[in-house]
């Protein structure tokens, strides 16, 4: 049990390489913010768009698979 203990300890800890320290996640987190209010903009202004074209894509398909019956 020992063994398996020291393996998994001793596996993990190349891991801790990857995982940023946190004074550098408050940075991070900042900027996925900033992009995330600049996006949401642009969203909210062009998801009617992508409805109206998703609707007009599905009544198409409609009268083509109405007109093959």
Known sequence: ??????????SAVPLTLYIPPVRS????????EILLR??????LRAYPRVRYAC???????????LRRH
């Open 55 to 65: 609707s007009r894509l599905v009544s198409s398909f409609r009268r083509l698979s």
């Open 38 to 43: 600049q996006t949401s903009a642009y969203t």
């Open 25 to 32: 996640l408050n940075l991070f987190v900042e900027t996925l």
């Open 1 to 10: 049990m020992l063994q398996l203990f020291f393996a998994v300890a001793f």
